[in-house]
């Protein structure tokens, strides 16, 4: 008898602290921090993803580990893609390099055996962006940020303005709900090489209950520090784990307050000065709207540079309309700040933070950021603006 009572009694303590364990990625709105499990995808999803040049190694030259070449392939070159910096160099993408029947080909160690001859191999060819077909999916070891686990992702390799460029391509969601309501956020990280996140992780708000969205814009994509808003309720984007299993959000009662470069946020105070010498302090401009243009050369690129001529044109007259970009010619005219100029590193690291930016920002006469987006499409929104 009393065996059976003690019996019965650890049944119904097991069924009461099951009945304590919460359901994963379900939350309440009392919860300060969320700790919700992503799923991985193939492509980038709504967001956008690039890819960067390459360049193979002699197979004489030190690598991790040996590999076994496939015979019918010339002109062999190797490249390992490290999976992140936390695990041995060993534990990477291996990547060939050679000639078949006169044709350049590639080759990727697509199981982690350490052997290309059980592999497909690809001839190159152009890049084709809107297409997902070409991407090859890759097995590899990365930490989780406790112990080393088998992953796999996909990386986009082929010809770009002559060269041979790679980058991974892959996005996760995030399905959780917050008291009855459905939410689903989508991530990325838009640093390229190796399979880790933490570095330039970026999420968006991508549908909530029925309501999805089919396109997202600067203005919708957020960095870690910046807020998603649920329910009328602000989370920190505080973290993302390693190789992206688990993001987490922290409440935080005080966004009205906060300071920075999110749509809705106190626009941070800058000093710079001008390519003509003058110095300018964000509180004198406050006066009228304010709009901050970022533009960039790299790539031989003329269309941000154009766009701030274009928006001065069209709305110096009712808006400070400031330009920052590098190697400005010096005695230009208008409010045109040269980053490379150590003086503006105030208004760089607030405003750009990156060398190769072309963000336009819009801040109110209160000192808010009310949009932004990339300079080039300011017909579309600063139209909008009054």
Not at 124 to 134: E, P
Not at 209 to 216: P, S, Y
Not at 318 to 334: A, N, P, Q, T, W
């Amino acid at each position: 008898m009393k065996i059976q009572l003690s019996i019965t009694l650890v049944i119904a303590l097991l069924f009461q602290q099951c009945g304590n364990i919460k359901t994963p990625n379900h939350f309440s709105s009392s919860d300060d921090t969320l700790i919700i499990r992503t799923e991985k995808h193939k492509g980038d999803g709504l967001f956008t993803l690039g890819v960067m040049p390459i360049s193979f190694k002699d197979t004489g030259e030190q690598f991790s580990n040996p590999v076994v070449f496939p015979k019918q392939v010339t002109n062999i070159e190797r490249l390992q893609i490290r999976s992140d910096f936390k695990s041995p160099e060993s534990h990477c993408v291996d990547i060939m390099n050679g000639v078949i029947n006169g044709k350049n080909i590639f080759i990727v160690d697509e199981n982690n055996n350490k052997d290309f001859s059980d592999d497909s191999v690809r001839v190159y060819k152009a890049i084709n962006w809107n297409l997902d077909d070409d991407l090859v999916k890759c097995k590899f070891i990365i930490s989780d940020g406790h112990k080393f686990v088998n992953d796999s992702s996909w990386i986009r390799i082929g010809i770009y303005n002559n060269e041979i460029w790679c980058g991974r391509s892959e996005h996760f969601t995030a399905d959780f709900i917050i008291n009855k309501e459905e939410f689903k956020i989508g991530i990325i990280d838009s640093r390229l090489f190796g399979f880790f996140y933490g570095i330039y992780p970026e999420a968006a708000l991508i549908s909530r209950n029925t309501e999805a969205k089919d396109t997202l814009y600067e203005k919708d994509i957020i960095k870690i520090g910046e807020y998603l808003n649920l329910q009328g309720n602000y989370y920190r984007f505080d973290n993302i784990t390693n190789n992206g299993n688990y993001i987490t959000l922290i409440k935080d009662m005080d966004y009205v307050k906060k300071t920075g470069t999110q749509v809705g946020m106190i626009a941070p105070d800058f000093i710079c000065k001008t390519v003509v010498g003058d110095t300018i302090k964000s509180a004198s401009l406050h006066d009228r709207i304010l709009i901050i243009a970022n533009s960039c050369g790299c790539g031989g690129d003329t269309i941000s540079t154009q766009a701030y001529f274009d928006i001065r044109k069209e709305f110096s007259a009712d808006f400070h309309v400031i330009r920052l970009d590098s190697k400005i010619e010096r005695g230009s005219d208008g409010l045109q700040i040269d980053i490379s100029d150590n003086f503006n590193n105030d208004i760089y690291k607030k405003f750009r933070n990156e060398y190769c930016s072309r963000t336009c920002y819009v801040i109110d006469k209160y000192n808010r950021i009310i949009d932004k987006f990339p300079t080039s499409e300011w017909r579309h929104n600063l139209p909008k603006i009054k």
